[in-house]
């Protein structure tokens, strides 16, 4: 019974606040704001409504970016298909070696090709010189790896980036330990 209690405190005391919200003054702010202006000139008032500067502004933006983009872009499609057209095949003079963007047939695609794409020879010796990289990089991967075996058969310690100073003290705890191998006769 204690638990019902709990429950059922909250709802008597929004019993007591119900005269409060159906009194005209709630009822009238629930359903819509109103401000009354002019005095007593008749029935002025401006309905209060949440703002559409948000919404309005984002229709601004988007019709000038349309005619600033799109506009100018189909102008530009028009002319090339109405006064330019699509290429014709025709014979290829003697000693004559076309260019790659002449294959193309419409007059964007050839700009495209032109200007913003590079020709497919240029890709193939782009990627040939990708794998002469890679393949520079696995010759040398390959003899780094050779050193470490060397290294590791003879117990020797890494002379390409041979430091005197510290050397000195490499070759006292070599001999050391080549002493104590040899006192242990394994």
């Not at 703002?51 to 349309?66: G, M, P």
């Amino acid at each position: 019974m204690v638990g019902w209690s709990r429950l059922l405190s909250p709802a008597a005391q929004f019993a007591n606040y119900r005269a409060v919200l159906q009194a005209p003054a709630c009822r009238n702010a629930l359903q819509q704001q109103l401000r009354r202006m002019g005095g007593d000139h008749g029935h002025h008032h401006m309905t209060v409504k949440p703002s559409r500067f948000q919404w309005d502004k984002f229709k601004d933006l988007i019709h000038f970016y349309v005619m600033l983009g799109v506009v100018p872009i189909t102008a530009l499609v028009l002319y090339s298909n109405i006064f330019v057209g699509p290429a014709q095949l025709a014979e290829i003079p003697e000693g004559y070696v076309p260019k790659y963007w002449e294959y193309e047939k419409h007059p964007i695609s050839r700009f495209i090709s032109r200007y913003i794409y590079s020709s497919q020879q240029q890709e193939y010796e782009k990627a040939l010189h990708n794998l002469f990289e890679e393949n520079e990089k696995a010759q040398i991967r390959k003899l780094e790896e050779e050193v470490r075996r060397k290294m590791s058969e003879r117990n020797d310690y890494q002379s390409y980036y041979y430091r005197p100073t510290v050397a000195k003290y490499h070759r006292i705890s070599k001999e050391a330990a080549d002493e104590l191998e040899a006192l242990r006769g394994d």
